[in-house]
């Protein structure tokens, strides 16, 4: 048993630290205010080869596994963490799914233009009335001819205002069975968007509405039958947002311990107060701890040995451990940890966000129970 990144990885992620360094430090704060998603800043990141890590290269990407997506994220994180964002979403997230079910025309016209940072692709899955119990899901797609023609509506999608590309769930028919997906451009026909919003964390968000939107069938990523296929890979998901989560809690718990070495109240430097150190000490911990379980989900899922106990577990650890280092941050920078002077508030604001986002802590403590009990314990009410 090895604790510590290989010698490739540990040279990548100096690498990509550099870079970042070089390029994402100046910036940072006003960057992390911007609601928009910046194309110019994902071409940057595109060319230093950090979009599609661990998509094969006969399709663009830079044949990577899953561990250098981490230490990329993480090294990103910890210089810039709006950045990281945008590497997690070249590599993880609706970019994931349709790099993996694309047919090879699919990938043709839309795959290139993601990894060089031009364009990007919103999911569309959350619904009013399917939030967490996602397969309660009402999006229908009705198959007319070489035609799809879509109708419902989608929440909380991020981005969504500077999607080029939706990959959209729906029901091609009823049960869990019946869910596949579709890839619905902006300006097609019948897709409209709600009132602007956005997240705590600032991002934008709109409602989608889609009202006899017809598709050319080619556009099917995946028929009736497709999540099932798709929830098997959703545990390999989970670790990007779990790298992302972390090392932004991380890069906020920095700032803090840098700031209580050197700010003096009662004539002394507060990191002198046992008060903190206790808890610089704890969070210590669950950082460490959650950085050990991620590495054991990706290191396993990189062998070929993805769980979803594993990564549930991490996700768990990861998205509880970010969020306490971004809370103690705050509290130990006072006025100036809750202010936008300080990057700490941003951090505290985005990790709330993933206990949330891409399975809520409680779905995830729902998972790992059922490992912990074998046995399913049924969420629906019986009808
Ligand atoms: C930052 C952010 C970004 C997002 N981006 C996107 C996006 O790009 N595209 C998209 O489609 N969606 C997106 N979402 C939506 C996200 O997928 C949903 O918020 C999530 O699935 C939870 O659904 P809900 O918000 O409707 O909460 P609900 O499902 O209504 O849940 C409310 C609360 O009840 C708890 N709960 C629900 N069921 C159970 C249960 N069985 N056991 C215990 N507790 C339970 C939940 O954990 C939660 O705490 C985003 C959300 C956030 C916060």
């Not at 998972?367 to 009990?373: D, T």
Request: proline share 3%; charged share 20%; hydrophobic share 40%.
């Amino acid at each position: 048993m090895d604790f510590e990144l290989g010698a490739e990885q540990k040279a990548f992620g100096d690498s990509v630290r550099r870079f970042a360094q070089d390029k994402l430090a100046e910036g940072a704060l006003a960057r992390a205010h911007d609601p928009a998603y910046s194309f110019e800043l994902a071409r940057l990141i595109a060319d230093q080869g950090l979009l599609g890590i661990v998509m094969p290269e006969a399709d663009g990407g830079q044949g990577g596994d899953l561990m250098d997506a981490v230490v990329a994220i993480q090294a990103v994180a910890e210089v810039c963490p709006k950045s990281a964002d945008v590497v997690q979403a070249g590599n993880f997230g609706p970019i994931r799914t349709f790099a993996e079910y694309a047919s090879d025309e699919q990938k043709a016209r839309y795959l290139g233009g993601f990894l060089r940072g031009e364009t990007f692709i919103g999911l569309g899955m959350t619904e009013p009335e399917a939030g967490s119990a996602v397969t309660d899901l009402a999006t229908t797609a009705r198959v007319e001819g070489d035609e799809v023609v879509v109708d419902g509506t989608k929440v909380f999608s991020t981005h969504s205002g500077d999607a080029t590309l939706f990959l959209v769930y729906v029901r091609f028919g009823p049960g869990t069975g019946g869910i596949g997906s579709v890839l619905i451009e902006r300006g097609t026909p019948g897709l409209s968007f709600g009132r602007p919003s956005a997240f705590m964390s600032g991002e934008a968000w709109t409602q989608l509405y889609f009202e006899n939107c017809r598709i050319p069938a080619s556009n099917v990523l995946l028929g009736a039958g497709g999540f099932k296929k798709q929830i098997a890979g959703f545990n390999v998901e989970r670790i990007g947002n779990s790298s992302r989560a972390l090392a932004v809690g991380r890069h906020a718990y920095e700032i803090a311990r840098k700031h209580v070495l050197g700010r003096r109240q009662f004539g002394r430097p507060l990191a002198e107060f046992q008060g903190l150190q206790w808890r610089f000490a704890d969070v210590a911990v669950k950082l460490d701890s959650a950085q050990l379980l991620l590495y054991r989900a990706a290191a396993n899922a990189d062998r070929g040995l993805p769980s979803a106990y594993e990564t549930s577990v991490a996700k768990l650890a990861c998205n509880q451990a970010g969020f306490e280092a971004a809370d103690l941050a705050v509290q130990a920078m006072g006025a100036m940890g809750y202010s936008q002077e300080s990057l700490v508030e941003y951090c505290f604001r985005r990790t709330r966000g993933w206990m949330i986002a891409g399975g809520s802590t409680e779905i995830l403590k729902n998972r790992v129970a059922e490992e912990v009990f074998g046995r399913k314990f049924e969420q629906r009410a019986k009808s």
